[in-house]
């Protein structure tokens, strides 16, 4: 599968580093039918995902002759999850973008680690504090069900409706003018609305998802 560019829509990842957050993301990318490849050190982690993966490889070193071997630069997406050895971190990543992988996304474990890995050429996550993040937004704001930080001006966020907006139609609420935000959907009991109207009549029980910049979630969750 991995051994010439695949003739076809759907996107092959590669896995660098089964730890926690490795192991979890490609389980959560086999369970969703995506095509992939997990490299480590560790055998055992290694044998574990070859139920999910014909292409799974224990692999030592992260040089580049390593690399080539196992046909990842043939994966239209590498992340890389090696976040707490940083020197480990930055070389696979630096012989990654060298081998010509179109699309390298590494794990950091701190700005300065992620500042490095962006001037290599990598996209740059940072899992533990954007858990935080999500955590701290639900614990500040009531009526604030989850949220998930997508950059630092898009956000979504999934919230009850405030008491303020009940009983007001879409374009009277007006919660683009006054706090910036989108309505994506409205939850109500075992109804989903995708498509919202300017028409549409808040309810009591309404959840809605909403995206914008994070002060305009803020400010719209702290409504009453």
């Given at each position: 599968m991995f051994g010439k560019k695949p003739k076809k829509d759907k996107n092959t990842y590669g896995i660098v580093g089964l730890g926690r957050f490795g192991t979890a993301l490609a389980l959560s990318l086999a369970e969703a039918g995506a095509d992939i490849m997990v490299l480590d050190k560790d055998e055992e982690k290694v044998r574990e995902l070859r139920e999910y993966t014909e292409n799974a490889f224990v692999v030592?070193?992260?040089?580049?002759?390593?690399?080539?071997?196992t046909g990842i630069?043939?994966?239209?997406?590498?992340?890389?999850?090696?976040?707490?050895?940083?020197?480990?971190s930055i070389l696979t990543t630096l012989n990654l973008v060298s081998i010509g992988v179109p699309k390298v996304i590494a794990k950091a474990a701190s700005s300065e680690h992620g500042e490095i890995l962006e001037k290599l050429g990598a996209e740059v996550v940072y899992p533990e504090r954007d858990i935080a993040v999500r955590l701290a937004h639900r614990l500040e704001a009531s009526r604030m069900l989850d949220y998930i930080q997508l950059s630092e001006k898009l956000n979504i966020s999934k919230l009850m409706a405030p008491n303020a907006i009940v009983g007001k139609t879409?374009?009277?609420?007006?919660?683009?003018?006054r706090f910036g935000v989108n309505i994506i959907a409205i939850e109500n009991g075992n109804t989903l609305i995708e498509t919202v109207r300017p028409d549409h009549i808040f309810e009591e029980d309404d959840i809605l998802y909403v995206?914008?910049?994070?002060?305009?979630?803020?400010?719209?969750?702290?409504?009453?």
């Open positions: 030592h070193s992260m040089d580049k002759k390593s690399l080539l071997e630069r043939n994966c239209d997406i590498v992340i890389i999850c090696i976040g707490e050895q940083l020197d480990i879409v374009v009277e609420a007006n919660l683009r003018g995206s914008g910049s994070r002060n305009g979630l803020d400010l719209l969750s702290e409504m009453n």
